[in-house]
């Protein structure tokens, strides 16, 4: 079954640094644009980085300079990088094709909690 796994959560002080994993199974993965989505309590899930299977990289304005997307394709793994955690980086962080990827989109995992404490 096709399927993504996120890890690499926790809690963290402001300032504080994570590094998340994202391991997908499925020939699409190495080749498809990957992407991290975060999820905040009681709001909508939203863009926070994207990077192609060539490695470009985009990243939302909230997390530019703190946050660094990359990926294994040998490993079928991305990751996402967080320094300078603040507390509103506090959510649910999913992985998953990037918006208005021609591959579709996997089903969504269970995510992996960030809590960001001040």
């Known amino acids: 079954q096709v399927q993504l796994v996120e890890s690499g959560g926790g809690l963290v002080q402001a300032g504080g640094s994570l590094r998340l994993s994202c391991v997908g199974s499925?020939?699409?993965?190495?080749?498809?644009?990957m992407a991290w989505y975060r999820q905040a309590p009681g709001k909508q899930r939203d863009l926070v980085a994207r990077?192609?299977?060539?490695?470009?990289?985009n990243y939302a304005d909230s997390v530019k300079g703190r946050f660094t997307i990359s990926r294994d394709n040998a490993k079928n793994t991305v990751y996402l990088q967080m320094n300078s955690l603040q507390p509103e980086d506090t959510g649910v962080y999913y992985c998953?094709?990037?918006?208005?990827?021609?591959?579709?989109?996997?089903?969504w995992g269970q995510g992996t909690q960030v809590t960001v404490s001040s």
């Open positions: 499925g020939s699409i993965f190495s080749i498809a644009t």
């Open positions: 990077i192609t299977s060539g490695g470009t990289t």
């Open positions: 998953n094709t990037a918006p208005g990827s021609q591959y579709g989109r996997y089903v």
